[in-house]
């Protein structure tokens, strides 16, 4: 049975700047002083990050990134975002 104190994690949550960094941190590398993604085509960064964070319910979080058509962590980090202000 899951706690009543996990939270969605929604692009205005509190915990999305940090969700957005550390992303960012594991999959941008840079080659010859131009960004490349290591995008392994799937959420599994996300879901970890997700993970590590407090109180976060990271199966409804998922759903709600698919939702907004982000499969992989790339998308979430990119589109996830303008995705929800755009809803």
Known sequence: ??????EV???SHKYWP????????VLVTYVNSK????????LSQTIKILR???NIDVEETI???Q???C??????LIGAAKKWNNK
């Open 18 to 25: 940090a969700l957005r960094q550390r992303l960012n941190d």
């Open 52 to 54: 590590s964070l407090h």
């Open 67 to 69: 939702g907004l058509e």
């Open 35 to 42: 960004p490349h993604s290591k995008c392994q085509g799937d």
């Open 9 to 11: 994690l929604t692009p």
């Open 71 to 76: 499969f992989c962590d790339c998308e979430v």
């Open 63 to 65: 759903i709600l990134f």
């Open 1 to 6: 049975m899951k706690s009543n104190t996990t």
